[in-house]
């Protein structure tokens, strides 16, 4: 079952992304049309005209698989989603998150939603579970440590900006900071695979 994600991306981003969708909707439109004549799907009836259609949605969903036609966001994201998970070390077995874990909100450390200039664009998007289970799972792994540390600096320091930053010497600003650098989100991993699908 796909689960759906919402991010915050840099509107010229998801209209490319928007703009490649059409591109192939109407490539993949173009191919059943031809299709469709070829057949003669206009002047057959019964079992042969649901043959017919049955053929054409299964050349439909082989181009789709195969790459040459991806008609959704959610299709042209996937390779390239893979391939940045795989290049992120994310791409393989992750123990679940454990059920009392935060589902959502901001990582401690984190920048927020509105860190990230431009990112005023709202990406919607269903990712398979082949995708969404190292995604999740992987970043929640990866940032532990990280966390895990930033929970003992704001344990000590303050769980406010205002608080830990007047209180704390710069060296332990520093130390936030270098725990903070390396905390991920789910957002910046799909972002990445975005820009490599629009090409930059």
């Known amino acids: 079952m796909p689960h759906t994600m919402v991010l915050a991306v840099r509107p010229a981003d ?7 969708v059409r591109a192939h909707q109407e490539a993949e439109e173009r191919w059943v049309g031809a299709e469709a004549g070829r057949e003669g799907l206009a002047r057959l009836r019964g079992a042969q005209r649901r043959a017919v259609q049955a053929r054409i949605r299964a050349g439909r969903q082989e181009r789709r698989e195969s790459g ?82 930033l929970q003992e600096w704001t344990d000590r320091w303050g769980p406010g900006p205002a608080a830990g930053r007047c209180a704390a010497p710069p060296e332990a600003l520093e130390e936030r900071a270098r725990h903070a650098v390396h905390i991920t989100t789910t957002g910046d991993v799909v972002r990445a695979a975005l820009r490599r699908v629009v090409g930059e």
Do not use: F
């Not at 005023?120 to 398979?128: D, E, F, I």
């Open 14 to 20: 998801l209209e490319r992304l928007d703009a490649l």
């Open 68 to 149: 040459l036609h991806r008609p959704t966001r959610a299709l042209l994201l996937a390779p390239e989603l893979r391939a940045e998970l795989e290049h992120r070390g994310l791409l393989r077995g992750w123990k679940p998150i454990p059920a009392d874990a935060p589902k959502a909100g901001q990582t401690l450390g984190g920048t927020g939603p509105r860190a990230g200039l431009g990112l005023t664009g709202r990406l919607v998007v269903a990712l398979p579970e082949s995708l969404w289970a190292p995604l999740t799972r992987g970043v929640y792994w990866t940032n532990q440590p990280h966390l895990q540390a």
